[in-house]
Every structure is written in structure tokens, then in C-alpha cells.
């Protein structure tokens, strides 16, 4: 046994399968996966993204956990009341706000410095046992020979966006004439499920990182061609910000729920808040209420309220911020929260539009019991590609406020908050859970969702994915159509509760591993509402 591999598409799931079959490790196994997801699902990461890792290495303890954050940053020729007079409102849906223009969700102004390459460049070197170009090569083969658009993909590029001042996938590749060139038939469609689709571009720039290494994207030939086109299009992104970029070296946030330890992401991530709502529902006999009864949905949703009431307020980057972090994951707070909920007090949630649904992960687990949960994204991608060079960027500026005086307000070089939560669960510092999930804030509600299914309930990992999930960040309860109407009418005696379309996904796509204490036995899931995968190689 080599191990075992989630992801959220088949085919990088394979890649990465390939690599621990061959005796690379769970770091390498995760960078190639993590480099062909860049290929098959173009718009949710790419090399102008930015990436998060949690990583456990074999033989270590909960409290020796890694954490690495390769983040996008607002570019040097920003400030924070720029988009004052281009405010139209906040996206009912949570997914940042509506502006004139659209120039923080599509274009060049709405791309932040990309993150990804550093990152994955700098886990690799410090972690994997393969070489770079190594790495590279399956997603150069998947570009350069095509993959097969599957049902996910295509039917994300015939989803249109419910508001008039929103953007759908595909019209971020509407609005790029590269976008176009590749992503269009020559009918001036998008492709759809069983076509092949091909990009020798990204194949192109892939061979030239694998020769030139990771650094030639931030002072190469391939930043100077970048920063031209930004430059030329009125772009925010310099020079100066590729050629300083760095990668974050973080203490994880590291909690614990009924004695297992929990390590994961740190502000101005999802960690933080995932830690807060296990400390309140630590108080209670969860199990006694059964999974998913009404009883058990409301309470767990008032924990998620009261975990997002804080975060909303003070959730920031902490280089830029003071972030109350300690406070917000303290069992004191847990406790004054659980007073609350118990006195029936309504919790008050102040509004924090945050990044659109997006992105996508990977878990891996090797034989050796190494551990990596990685997240990587572009947003929902700018729509901008530089000629000839065949991925696009991120459009992290929508996640900033573009009201000044907040603690997520635009400022250069700055992060903005995430949901992202990359998270390795322990028992008796001996990992147990690995999970992790694309999803924006739903990332937090979900990826909790099932540790409490595999910690409270016992479930496998593949129940533990598989249940019926909900979320709760403000004034609705929001459940998956697989939960009862039965149960929807209990909850709403107390609490507003509105029924999603969607049976399966919508709230995060977790992808899961779990390890047997007793034995080392692997077993895992990939989300079903997607079309990944989980393979033990």
C-alpha cells in the first residue's frame, strides 16, 4: 500500500495516485495533483492563484504541524476608497459585492499578485522527494493532449449568474480574447461533456517553468511578459509585488474537541472559525440529539451564528490587523457563547460579503504517514489570460471591501479573508482525519460537518461526506434539499430555514481521508457533489 489520494477531479486524483505508485511521497503526490487540477478545471486554480497547505510529517506530533500560506495580494497601485463610487450593493448570495463595471470580479483590476507558483514551488522543495519539472509533467501531457470535458465542468459554463450585475463562469471567458481562443469552439460556444479540450499555451508555459524553476514567474522572462499586459491594462499587480512576493510561514490554529486535537488554517483563513464552533458544541451531547434532527441542525447552526458573529467583526489579515485570534478560539468565548444560545438570545451577525464558491483540494496520505491537505484557487478566475500564455489569473479583489475603515478594506500588499480550511484532525497525536474542501465560507460549515459525522457520529468517511449538510452564517438556516421538510418546519418555529435546489453540494465539496488508529487502514471520499474521486494505490 502507497497510500491514498482525494480530489475534486478524476483526473489529477489519477496524477497524484500515479506519483505515490511510483515512490514519491504525499507531497509530491499532492503538487503534481494539485498542477493538473490547474489544467481540468481552469477558472477554479491555476498558476495565477494562490494556495494553502496543511502538512503533517510522518513521525510527528499534533503540535508539530505545518503551516503554509501562499496568498493573494492586493497590488502596490491600490487604496482602500478607490471603489467607493463604484458600490452598487453586496451580492444577496454572500459572494463579495456588486460593482460598476464589475472591475473587482472580472478583468485586469481584479486581479491580486498570484500566490500558487511560490507556494507549491516552496512546499516541493522542502517536503517532496521528486524534482520540479517532475512535478510539472503530468499537467504538461494533460494540456498538451487534452482531458475530456466532464458533466461539472460543462455545466458550470451553461450556468448563468442570477443578478444582472454578476458574472458566470463563462462570462469571465467572454470577456478575454485568449479566454475565447481556448475555451471557445470554433462555433464560438463552450465545450461540452465528452469533448476534448486542449491548451499547448499552458503546456508551453509549464515546460518553461520546468526549465527555468519557480522564480522565473515572479523575476523571469514569464513576469516580464505578465507584467506587460498588466501594465498595459491598467492592472494593479507590479513588477515590485512579484519580485518581493513571499510565502507565510504560519503557526497553525490548533484546538481541541472532546479530546482529539484539530490543526488548521490560521487567520485570515477558515481555521480560526472552524476551531470556534467546535469549542461551543464541545458543551453539548451532540449524539444524544441524533444526527441531523431538528434539535441537532438548529443548535449546530446557532454555533456556526455565534462562531461567525465574531469572525465577521473581526476576522482580518493579521499583517495588516490586530486579529483577537486567541480570543475568538478560547474556551472562555465558547463558553460565554453557550450561555447565550442556552438563554434563547438571538444572535446578531453583522453582513461580510466573502469570495465566490470556488476553488478546489486535495488530500493525500502516504504510507509513510505523511499527511497534506492542500487548497488552491483562482476565485472564479479574472477571465484575463496574457497572450501565449494560456492560464488565467485570479479575481481576488472581490473579497475586499471597497468601503474604507474595515478590517477587510482594500490596502496594498494586503490578504483578504478566507474560508479556506485545510484541516488534519489527531487522536492521541497520531493523525486520524484529513479533510479539506473548495466552497468559500461554506468551507468552514462543511468541512465541520464532517468531522463531527466521523468524531460524534462514527461514520466512515464515505458517510461522513455523503450526509445531508446545512449552514448557518447570519439570518437563515441553509439546508440541502435532502433534508426533510418535516424537519424544516420543526427549526422553523425558532429560526428561519430555507431549502437549497441542490441535494448534494452547494455547501463546500469535501474531500476526506481517514486513518484507522489501530491499524493504519486508509479509507476516504470525494464529495459527491462533484465528480472526484478518492484511490487507494
Avoid at 522542502?126 to 512535478?135: F, K, N, S
Avoid at 470554433?186 to 479540450?197: A, K, M, R, V, W
Wanted: include cysteine; glycine fraction near 10%.
Amino acid at each position: 500500500m502507497r497510500g491514498m489520494i482525494a480530489a475534486a477531479e478524476p483526473v489529477a486524483a489519477e496524477a497524484g495516485a500515479r506519483v505515490l505508485q511510483q515512490g514519491g511521497n504525499a507531497v509530491d503526490a499532492a503538487i503534481a495533483a494539485a498542477f493538473v487540477q490547474m489544467i481540468v478545471n481552469p477558472q477554479m486554480c491555476g498558476l495565477g492563484g494562490y494556495a494553502l497547505i496543511t502538512l503533517r510529517l510522518a513521525g510527528e506530533p499534533a503540535g508539530r504541524t505545518l503551516l503554509l500560506d501562499a496568498p493573494a495580494l492586493a497590488g502596490s497601485r491600490t487604496s482602500a476608497a478607490m471603489w467607493v463610487d463604484h458600490v452598487i450593493r453586496p451580492n444577496p448570495d454572500g459572494w463579495g459585492y456588486f460593482l460598476k463595471g464589475k472591475v473587482n470580479d472580472m478583468g485586469y483590476q481584479a486581479i491580486c499578485t498570484p500566490g500558487t507558483v511560490r507556494g507549491l514551488a516552496t512546499i516541493l522543495a522542502r517536503w517532496g522527494t521528486i524534482g520540479w519539472a517532475q512535478a510539472l509533467e503530468p499537467a504538461i501531457q494533460v494540456a498538451d493532449e487534452g482531458f475530456m470535458v466532464d458533466s461539472q465542468l460543462a455545466t458550470r459554463w451553461k450556468t448563468r449568474s442570477p443578478y444582472p450585475e454578476g458574472c458566470s463562469v463563462l462570462d469571465y471567458i467572454i470577456a478575454n480574447a485568449e479566454a475565447r481562443r481556448i475555451y471557445l469552439t470554433s462555433d464560438g460556444i463552450p465545450y461540452d461533456e465528452g469533448q476534448i479540450l486542449r491548451n499547448p499555451d499552458y503546456a508551453r508555459t509549464l515546460r518553461h517553468l520546468a526549465a527555468h524553476g519557480a522564480d522565473d514567474f515572479y523575476t523571469g522572462e514569464l513576469a516580464e511578459r505578465m507584467i506587460s499586459d498588466l501594465a498595459a491594462n491598467a492592472g494593479f499587480v507590479t513588477a515590485d509585488d512579484l519580485a518581493h512576493y513571499q510565502v507565510r510561514d504560519e503557526a497553525p490554529t490548533l484546538s481541541t474537541f472532546h479530546g482529539y486535537t484539530i490543526a488548521s488554517s490560521q487567520a485570515p483563513h477558515g481555521g480560526p472559525t472552524l476551531a470556534a464552533i467546535l469549542n461551543i458544541l464541545e458543551g453539548y451531547d451532540l449524539a444524544a440529539l441524533g444526527h441531523n434532527s431538528a434539535a441537532y441542525i438548529l443548535l449546530v447552526s446557532m454555533a456556526m451564528k455565534a462562531a461567525f458573529a465574531d469572525r465577521n467583526r473581526w476576522m482580518g489579515d493579521p499583517a495588516a490587523d490586530d486579529v483577537p485570534t486567541n480570543w475568538m478560539i478560547s474556551k472562555e468565548r465558547a463558553a460565554e457563547w453557550r450561555a447565550l444560545i442556552d438563554s434563547g438570545t438571538a444572535i446578531s451577525v453583522d453582513a461580510l460579503p466573502h469570495g465566490p464558491p470556488s476553488t478546489t483540494h486535495v488530500c493525500v496520505v502516504d504510507a509513510a504517514g505523511n499527511c497534506v491537505s492542500l487548497t488552491h484557487s483562482l476565485g472564479m478566475s479574472s477571465g484575463v489570460i496574457t497572450p501565449g500564455l494560456g492560464f488565467m489569473y485570479n479575481n481576488s479583489m472581490i473579497n475586499f471591501n471597497p468601503l474604507p475603515g474595515h478590517r477587510n478594506s482594500i490596502a496594498p500588499g494586503k490578504g483578504r479573508t478566507t474560508g479556506m480550511a485545510p484541516t488534519i484532525v489527531y487522536q492521541n497525536d497520531q493523525p486520524i482525519l484529513v479533510v479539506g474542501a473548495p466552497g468559500a465560507s461554506r468551507i468552514i460549515t462543511g468541512v465541520l460537518q464532517v468531522i463531527l459525522n466521523r468524531l460524534v457520529f462514527g461514520m466512515s468517511p464515505v458517510e461522513a461526506v455523503y450526509a445531508a449538510r446545512f449552514d448557518c452564517q447570519g439570518d437563515r438556516i441553509v439546508v440541502q434539499n435532502r433534508i426533510p421538510e418535516y424537519i424544516c418546519e420543526e427549526i422553523r418555529r425558532t429560526h428561519p430555514v430555507v431549502r437549497i435546489p441542490q441535494s448534494h453540494g452547494a455547501i463546500s465539496l469535501v474531500q476526506a481521508i481517514a486513518i484507522d488508529p489501530s491499524n493504519g487502514a486508509l479509507s476516504g471520499a470525494s464529495d459527491t457533489g462533484n465528480s472526484g474521486m478518492a484511490l487507494l494505490v
